[in-house]
């Protein structure tokens, strides 16, 4: 065990050392280049239009979002990073961080080389006082009213705005997205061929962490249900109870800020044909939101019509017992899909849509192109059901029977 700790932290180590630099195993320089000035002309126009002279960055997703995949965590359970970005409407870009992390973001992170400056302050704290970086911020800030994503005293908190321009996603950020739902999609199917009977949930869990973070991809969440408890529950936390037939894995994972989603179901033994009839009709309800999410169609409308494939199955009102999903970028989900809801969708927009029937769950990640949804998480060589929707063919994951 000891032996198998040290493998993972020296690997992780590895992995993590420059962060931004693993970006080129997706994307080209010069198309990182491309994407951080689309993003940082973004930001100039929302400073404009709400009137703002600069714009504080603190929350880990933003800062990947703004420097195109860097990572500011070190406090997993913060949402604020250990280091906050401010730009400024004349362009001028500081990063702010103390005298253990600047460093590192200058060169092993390349912030250096995107034209921020450093503005350090000493260690006393892992993180800089409110009241520091407050005054920091208002010196820095041309005199003006700034913005800031999380709260902070003498700034406007714009962090729903933000989310806005976001979207749609960059054709770099697409490629990414690409490559990231590919490996996760192949490393749940590997976790899935994996388990066996006997093992706990957390022993899963374990594995599953295990074969994610050993190639640079942090799980962001990790539900592990088993048997019963799937039938009993719709999030699934881990626990000590032993797997006797059927398993779930649902995974919500990271890299470059970039979240995936998805599940996968295993079954050990004969299939029963309750299961057989939940998960056809899952996929139909899946397959009608994944057909219905185009550009311009809202997250309401989308809804709707899930609730009506879930009628036509045999389901109503099974809706009502867990979220449906929702768009999906650099939070698990940026926004929840509910009946009447106005989000647009748009090209470069990315969904991830999650129906549940009491024991079985369908889960994927798509982005929204110009002719429709496109999938980036399959799994291959996973068993999957065609599902025809308006004329339009999809394949939705099975239950794999082991």
Not at 3 to 13: A, P
Not at 322 to 334: A, F
Not at 347 to 364: F, L
Request: aromatic share 8%; hydrophobic share 40%; proline share 5%.
């Amino acid at each position: 065990m000891k032996n198998c700790l040290l493998l993972l932290m020296v690997v992780s180590s590895i992995l993590f050392a420059d962060t931004w630099k693993s970006v080129l195993v997706a994307i080209t320089p010069e198309e990182r280049k491309a994407e951080i000035a689309e993003k940082e002309a973004r930001v100039q126009k929302f400073l404009a239009e709400h009137n703002l002279s600069a714009l504080l960055i603190q929350a880990k997703n933003n800062f990947a979002w703004i420097t195109g995949g860097c990572d500011s965590e070190i406090v997993i359970t913060d949402s604020a990073g250990c280091a906050s970005l401010l730009i400024r409407k004349d362009g001028q870009k500081y990063l702010i961080a103390n005298n253990i992390e600047g460093q590192r973001f200058m060169i092993e992170q390349g912030l250096g080389e995107l034209g921020y400056k450093w503005i350090r302050y000493e260690w006393p704290k892992e993180r800089i006082d409110p009241a520091t970086l407050s005054k920091i911020v208002q010196r820095l800030s041309l005199g003006g009213q700034v913005g800031s994503d999380l709260p902070l005293a003498g700034t406007v908190t714009v962090g729903e705005e933000l989310k806005k321009i976001r979207v749609p996603l960059t054709q770099a950020e697409i490629k990414k997205y690409r490559w990231l739902g590919a490996q996760c999609g192949r490393i749940i199917g590997e976790i899935c061929r994996d388990i066996k009977p006997g093992m706990s949930e957390m022993d899963i869990a374990a594995l599953a962490d295990w074969y994610f973070r050993r190639e640079g991809i942090k799980v962001t969440v990790l539900l592990i249900g088993t048997d019963e408890r799937l039938f009993q529950y719709r999030h699934l936390p881990p626990t000590d109870k032993k797997l006797q037939k059927y398993a779930l894995v649902n995974i919500c994972a990271e890299k470059w800020g970039l979240i995936v989603a998805l599940s996968r179901l295993v079954h050990f033994g004969p299939l029963p044909e309750e299961l057989q009839k939940k998960i056809r009709a899952c996929a139909y309800v899946d397959a009608t939101y994944i057909d219905a999410s185009r550009p311009g169609a809202t997250l309401g409308e989308i809804f709707q019509k899930g609730m009506q494939a879930y009628a036509e199955m045999g389901y109503p009102g099974e809706w009502k017992n867990h979220h449906q999903g929702g768009t999906i970028g650099y939070d698990g989900r940026d926004q929840f899909a509910f009946p009447h809801s106005p989000v647009k969708l748009m090209v470069g927009s990315a969904c991830a849509w999650n129906p549940t029937i009491r024991g079985v769950k369908v889960e994927d990640t798509i982005i929204i192109g110009p002719n429709g949804p496109e999938i980036i998480t399959a799994t291959p060589n996973w068993p999957m059901i065609e599902v025809t929707v308006n004329g339009h063919k999809y394949l939705r994951p099975d239950i794999l029977v082991r």
